[in-house]
């Protein structure tokens, strides 16, 4: 795993992917947090979590599916 992570950064475009992803991951637990805390979200720390253990691909959908089920919560329209 240490190798793996130590040749993530040996190219340009293996830089690039990461740095992409870094401000992509960081602009999305501000705006979660930011959301997440408008709209009552329970368990938002999970999704920061799950953003480090796991991936980015993957909580960031399932904090998208949370935040939807809120709204429809908060219209009245749960389904």
């Known amino acids: 795993m240490s190798?793996?992570?130590a040749?993530?950064?040996?190219?340009?475009?293996?830089?690039?992917?990461n740095?992409?992803?870094a401000v992509a991951?960081?602009?999305f637990l501000i705006w979660m947090w930011i959301e997440g805390r408008?709209?009552?979200?329970?368990?938002l720390w999970l999704f920061t979590v799950l953003t480090f253990l796991v991936a980015f691909a993957f909580s960031f959908p399932l904090f998208l599916f949370f935040?939807?089920?809120r709204l429809?919560?908060?219209?009245?329209?749960m389904v």
Do not use: Y
Request: proline share 3%; glycine share 8%; net charge positive.
């Open 38 to 43: 408008r709209l009552g979200v329970k368990r």
């Open 67 to 69: 935040r939807e089920q």
């Open 3 to 5: 190798a793996f992570i």
């Open 25 to 27: 991951s960081v602009t």
């Open 19 to 21: 740095a992409d992803i």
């Open 7 to 17: 040749q993530t950064g040996t190219t340009l475009p293996a830089q690039s992917i």
């Open 72 to 77: 429809r919560v908060l219209e009245g329209k």
